[in-house]
Protein backbone atom coordinates (compact mmCIF):
# COMPACT_ATOMS: atom_id res chain seq x y z
CA UNK A 1 0.00 0.00 0.00
CA UNK A 2 0.94 3.51 -0.47
CA UNK A 3 2.78 5.22 2.22
CA UNK A 4 1.86 8.52 3.17
CA UNK A 5 2.80 11.98 4.99
CA UNK A 6 1.14 14.10 7.64
CA UNK A 7 2.00 17.13 9.69
CA UNK A 8 3.10 15.70 12.99
CA UNK A 9 0.78 18.16 14.81
CA UNK A 10 -1.55 21.52 13.86
CA UNK A 11 -3.99 23.69 16.24
CA UNK A 12 -6.79 25.26 15.10
CA UNK A 13 -8.97 27.97 17.00
CA UNK A 14 -12.78 26.89 17.86
CA UNK A 15 -14.92 27.56 15.17
CA UNK A 16 -12.53 28.11 12.72
CA UNK A 17 -11.84 25.55 9.87
CA UNK A 18 -9.44 22.75 10.37
CA UNK A 19 -7.65 22.10 6.91
CA UNK A 20 -5.56 18.84 7.54
CA UNK A 21 -3.34 18.20 4.55
CA UNK A 22 -1.59 14.41 3.80
CA UNK A 23 0.39 13.65 0.94
CA UNK A 24 0.46 10.28 -0.75
CA UNK A 25 2.18 10.75 -3.80
CA UNK A 26 2.50 7.08 -4.55
CA UNK A 27 -0.51 5.94 -4.63
CA UNK A 28 -2.20 3.76 -7.21
CA UNK A 29 -5.42 4.09 -9.69
CA UNK A 30 -6.96 1.75 -8.01
CA UNK A 31 -6.99 2.74 -3.96
CA UNK A 32 -8.98 5.08 -2.18
CA UNK A 33 -8.13 7.89 0.73
CA UNK A 34 -9.49 7.36 4.10
CA UNK A 35 -9.34 9.66 6.88
CA UNK A 36 -10.05 8.18 10.76
CA UNK A 37 -9.66 9.97 13.96
CA UNK A 38 -8.83 9.10 17.21
CA UNK A 39 -10.06 10.77 20.50
CA UNK A 40 -7.62 9.96 22.89
CA UNK A 41 -7.89 6.35 24.81
CA UNK A 42 -10.57 5.66 22.51
CA UNK A 43 -10.88 3.35 19.11
CA UNK A 44 -10.29 5.26 15.95
CA UNK A 45 -13.51 6.79 13.88
CA UNK A 46 -14.21 6.28 10.36
CA UNK A 47 -14.58 10.64 9.19
CA UNK A 48 -14.60 10.43 5.20
CA UNK A 49 -12.79 8.23 2.12
CA UNK A 50 -13.17 8.84 -1.35
CA UNK A 51 -11.22 7.88 -4.84
CA UNK A 52 -10.59 10.79 -7.03
CA UNK A 53 -13.71 13.40 -6.50
CA UNK A 54 -14.38 15.50 -4.00
CA UNK A 55 -16.04 13.95 -0.50
CA UNK A 56 -18.68 15.49 2.09
CA UNK A 57 -20.08 14.19 4.70
CA UNK A 58 -22.10 15.45 8.47
CA UNK A 59 -18.36 15.38 9.82
CA UNK A 60 -16.11 16.86 7.03
CA UNK A 61 -15.24 17.66 3.60
CA UNK A 62 -12.38 15.46 1.15
CA UNK A 63 -10.82 17.07 -1.33
CA UNK A 64 -8.57 15.36 -3.43
CA UNK A 65 -6.10 16.93 -5.91
CA UNK A 66 -6.42 15.71 -9.45
CA UNK A 67 -3.64 13.91 -9.74
CA UNK A 68 -4.18 12.51 -6.43
CA UNK A 69 -0.96 12.61 -4.99
CA UNK A 70 -2.46 14.86 -2.26
CA UNK A 71 -5.79 15.63 -0.67
CA UNK A 72 -6.94 17.98 2.37
CA UNK A 73 -9.41 16.72 5.06
CA UNK A 74 -11.70 19.79 5.64
CA UNK A 75 -13.60 20.14 9.46
CA UNK A 76 -15.80 23.41 9.02
CA UNK A 77 -16.58 24.50 12.40
CA UNK A 78 -13.75 22.90 14.87
CA UNK A 79 -15.29 22.16 17.86
CA UNK A 80 -12.90 21.46 20.85
CA UNK A 81 -14.22 17.56 20.62
CA UNK A 82 -12.55 17.66 17.49
CA UNK A 83 -9.37 17.91 19.56
CA UNK A 84 -7.82 14.08 17.81
CA UNK A 85 -5.16 12.34 15.83
CA UNK A 86 -6.30 12.30 12.78
CA UNK A 87 -5.00 9.64 10.45
CA UNK A 88 -5.12 9.27 6.04
CA UNK A 89 -4.86 6.19 4.70
CA UNK A 90 -4.45 4.74 1.32
CA UNK A 91 -6.31 1.07 0.41
CA UNK A 92 -7.02 -1.15 -2.48
CA UNK A 93 -8.85 -3.12 -0.14
CA UNK A 94 -10.64 -1.15 2.35
CA UNK A 95 -9.61 -4.84 4.32
CA UNK A 96 -6.25 -3.87 5.35
CA UNK A 97 -4.70 -0.84 6.78
CA UNK A 98 -1.80 0.66 7.45
CA UNK A 99 -1.96 3.69 9.74
CA UNK A 100 0.42 6.19 9.26
CA UNK A 101 1.76 8.58 11.50
CA UNK A 102 -0.94 10.59 11.74
CA UNK A 103 -1.68 14.48 12.86
CA UNK A 104 -2.78 15.64 16.14
CA UNK A 105 -5.01 18.35 15.67
CA UNK A 106 -5.35 20.35 19.18
CA UNK A 107 -8.70 23.13 18.52
CA UNK A 108 -7.72 25.50 21.22
CA UNK A 109 -10.88 27.94 22.68
CA UNK B 1 -26.30 0.06 21.56
CA UNK B 2 -22.97 -0.87 21.70
CA UNK B 3 -21.54 -2.26 18.12
CA UNK B 4 -17.95 -3.33 19.27
CA UNK B 5 -17.35 -4.91 22.24
CA UNK B 6 -14.29 -5.89 24.03
CA UNK B 7 -13.54 -6.78 27.50
CA UNK B 8 -12.22 -6.30 29.61
CA UNK B 9 -10.96 -2.70 28.93
CA UNK B 10 -7.82 -3.67 31.32
CA UNK B 11 -6.19 -6.64 31.69
CA UNK B 12 -2.72 -7.32 33.31
CA UNK B 13 -0.64 -10.31 33.23
CA UNK B 14 2.31 -12.06 34.58
CA UNK B 15 5.31 -12.09 31.75
CA UNK B 16 5.27 -15.22 30.12
CA UNK B 17 1.63 -16.10 31.65
CA UNK B 18 -1.02 -16.79 28.36
CA UNK B 19 -3.66 -14.32 28.17
CA UNK B 20 -6.82 -13.42 25.61
CA UNK B 21 -8.41 -10.98 24.86
CA UNK B 22 -11.91 -10.79 23.48
CA UNK B 23 -13.61 -8.98 20.99
CA UNK B 24 -17.64 -9.51 19.80
CA UNK B 25 -19.93 -7.36 17.66
CA UNK B 26 -23.42 -6.76 17.03
CA UNK B 27 -23.18 -5.48 13.43
CA UNK B 28 -22.96 -9.33 11.62
CA UNK B 29 -20.14 -8.00 9.75
CA UNK B 30 -17.90 -10.55 8.01
CA UNK B 31 -14.15 -9.01 8.82
CA UNK B 32 -12.87 -8.91 12.04
CA UNK B 33 -9.61 -7.43 12.92
CA UNK B 34 -6.91 -7.13 15.41
CA UNK B 35 -4.63 -3.77 15.71
CA UNK B 36 -1.80 -3.19 18.15
CA UNK B 37 -1.45 -0.01 18.88
CA UNK B 38 1.70 0.78 21.59
CA UNK B 39 2.01 4.02 23.35
CA UNK B 40 2.42 6.65 20.90
CA UNK B 41 2.16 5.69 17.84
CA UNK B 42 -0.35 4.51 14.69
CA UNK B 43 -2.47 1.26 15.57
CA UNK B 44 -0.74 -1.53 13.56
CA UNK B 45 -2.29 -4.69 12.08
CA UNK B 46 -2.04 -7.55 13.09
CA UNK B 47 -4.20 -9.72 11.33
CA UNK B 48 -8.07 -10.05 10.03
CA UNK B 49 -10.59 -13.02 9.62
CA UNK B 50 -12.86 -12.50 6.10
CA UNK B 51 -15.44 -14.85 7.38
CA UNK B 52 -13.39 -17.96 8.56
CA UNK B 53 -10.37 -17.34 6.18
CA UNK B 54 -7.79 -16.38 8.38
CA UNK B 55 -5.27 -13.31 7.36
CA UNK B 56 -2.21 -13.04 9.18
CA UNK B 57 0.04 -10.15 8.40
CA UNK B 58 3.74 -10.79 7.79
CA UNK B 59 5.23 -9.28 10.61
CA UNK B 60 3.36 -10.42 12.86
CA UNK B 61 4.49 -12.46 15.24
CA UNK B 62 3.96 -16.43 16.48
CA UNK B 63 3.59 -15.39 20.07
CA UNK B 64 0.23 -14.01 18.86
CA UNK B 65 -2.62 -16.04 17.26
CA UNK B 66 -6.04 -15.60 16.35
CA UNK B 67 -9.50 -17.72 16.71
CA UNK B 68 -12.74 -16.59 15.77
CA UNK B 69 -15.47 -19.56 16.66
CA UNK B 70 -18.07 -17.60 14.92
CA UNK B 71 -19.53 -14.20 12.94
CA UNK B 72 -20.19 -12.77 16.25
CA UNK B 73 -16.99 -13.42 18.50
CA UNK B 74 -13.03 -13.14 18.09
CA UNK B 75 -10.20 -13.84 20.37
CA UNK B 76 -6.78 -12.48 20.80
CA UNK B 77 -4.25 -14.86 22.04
CA UNK B 78 -0.99 -13.77 23.19
CA UNK B 79 0.51 -17.90 24.30
CA UNK B 80 3.71 -15.81 26.41
CA UNK B 81 3.34 -12.11 26.55
CA UNK B 82 6.93 -10.34 26.53
CA UNK B 83 7.19 -7.06 28.00
CA UNK B 84 7.41 -5.20 24.61
CA UNK B 85 3.56 -6.79 24.54
CA UNK B 86 2.04 -3.74 26.71
CA UNK B 87 -0.12 -1.85 24.46
CA UNK B 88 -3.56 -1.10 23.39
CA UNK B 89 -5.03 -3.91 20.93
CA UNK B 90 -8.01 -2.83 19.10
CA UNK B 91 -10.65 -5.14 17.54
CA UNK B 92 -12.71 -4.18 14.54
CA UNK B 93 -15.39 -5.25 11.73
CA UNK B 94 -16.52 -4.11 8.53
CA UNK B 95 -18.96 -5.55 6.16
CA UNK B 96 -17.92 -8.17 3.23
CA UNK B 97 -15.86 -7.14 0.64
CA UNK B 98 -15.17 -4.13 -1.28
CA UNK B 99 -13.49 -0.61 -1.17
CA UNK B 100 -16.20 1.39 0.46
CA UNK B 101 -16.66 -0.28 3.72
CA UNK B 102 -15.79 1.53 6.93
CA UNK B 103 -14.51 0.04 10.15
CA UNK B 104 -16.04 0.14 12.83
CA UNK B 105 -13.65 -0.38 16.33
CA UNK B 106 -13.90 -1.35 19.71
CA UNK B 107 -12.91 0.68 22.71
CA UNK B 108 -9.75 -1.57 23.07
CA UNK B 109 -8.14 -3.54 25.92
CA UNK B 110 -4.96 -2.04 27.65
CA UNK B 111 -3.04 -4.50 28.47
CA UNK B 112 -0.33 -4.17 31.07
CA UNK B 113 2.78 -6.97 31.49
CA UNK B 114 4.08 -7.41 34.67
Known amino acids: DAKTTQPTSMDCAEGRAANLPCNHS???????VYWYRQIHSQGPQYIIH???NNETNEMASLIITEDRKSSTLILPHATLRDTAVYYCIVSNTGNQFYFGTGTSLTVIP | DAMVIQNPRYQVTQFGKPVTLSCSQT?????MYWYQQKSSQAPKLLFHYYDKDFNNEADTPDNFQSRRPNTSFCFLDIRSPGLGDAAMYLC?????????????FGPGTRLTVT
Open chain 2, 27 to 31: LNHNV
Open chain 2, 92 to 104: ATSRKGGVIYEQY
Open chain 1, 50 to 52: GLK
Open chain 1, 26 to 32: TISGNEY
